[in-house]
Nanobody, 125 residues
Framework: QVQLVESGGGSVQAGGSLRLSCAAS????????MAWFRRAPGKEREGVAA????????RYADSVKGRFTISRDNAENTVYLQMNSLKPEDTAMYYC??????????????????WGQGTQVTVSS
């Protein structure tokens, strides 16, 4: 059974840091693109960052470049999102997704096969 289990969300003041984790089942994790999306109230879902778990290619939304870092741990089948210099506008539910379809685009939610349940990040000013 495919599972993506997110953790690490919480509340933090502006300028603070959080690290999100996404633990995946082995067949979901191997040699695929995984990504983090977020959705704030009243806003469209946004692709935040993505990583190819074998080649370690990464992609970032302009809004988080220089502040967020996506990484992976093959031994743990886990993808991380280190979020530094957090801003109130980063407040959202963050979702882990996996298995980008061929010809898909990392910033398209619907191009991924699997989605986690989400973890809430709240940044106060």
């Amino acid at each position: 059974q495919v599972q993506l289990v997110e953790s690490g969300g919480g509340s933090v003041q502006a300028g603070g840091s959080l690290r999100l984790s996404c633990a995946a089942s082995r067949d979901t994790y191997t040699n695929t693109w995984m990504a983090w999306f977020r959705r704030a109230p009243g806003k469209e879902r946004e692709g935040v960052a993505a990583i190819q778990t074998y080649f370690i290619w990464t992609r970032y939304a302009d809004s988080v470049k220089g502040r967020f870092t996506i990484s992976r741990d093959n031994a743990e089948n886990t993808v991380y999102l280190q979020m530094n210099s957090l801003k109130p506008e980063d407040t959202a539910m963050y979702y882990c997704v996996a298995n980008l379809r061929d010809e898909g685009h990392w910033f398209n939610w619907s191009d991924f096969a699997y989605w986690g349940q989400g973890t809430q990040v709240t940044v106060s000013s």
